[in-house]
């Protein structure tokens, strides 16, 4: 049986741009993107750390470094500088792991990248740079 699992997480994200006009998704750092192993265009869900909004949309690469701008719709759902979890999800029949970037509060850079073991090892561990 296929079970839903975290695939990649961006924790302590800062919203630094809001583009209500454009058409849709959000622009997230290609070295966050690929640090969190969330692959272009795949489907996220942003969870609020300070408010309770919660969304379900795309990602597109190409923010400038320490930038993470919400577009469309997106973006009536937060404000400049709330803080928020980007998390995509696989379907498998046993969890394989996942990484989880923490992000440096005051530039959105990487802080720390943990690694969600499987079940069986169940215990995060940090990935040495």
Request: charged residues 20%; proline residues 4%; glycine residues 6%.
């Amino acid at each position: 049986m296929l079970r839903t699992f975290v695939n990649g997480k961006i924790h302590q994200l800062k919203v630094t741009g809001l583009q209500p006009k454009y058409s849709g998704s959000c622009l997230i750092c290609p070295e966050l993107l690929a640090a969190a192993g969330i692959e272009p265009f795949e489907k996220v869900e942003i969870y609020s750390l300070t408010s309770t909004a919660r969304i379900a949309t795309y990602v597109f690469p190409g923010a400038a470094e320490g930038e993470f701008t919400l577009n469309g719709g997106a973006a009536l759902h937060f404000r400049l500088e709330d803080r928020v979890a980007v998390v995509a999800y696989r379907q498998e029949e046993s969890f394989s792991g996942a990484n989880c970037v923490i992000v440096d509060p005051l530039d959105n850079s990487i802080a720390e990248t943990l690694r969600y073991n499987t079940a069986a090892e169940a215990f995060v561990t940090a990935i040495e740079e």
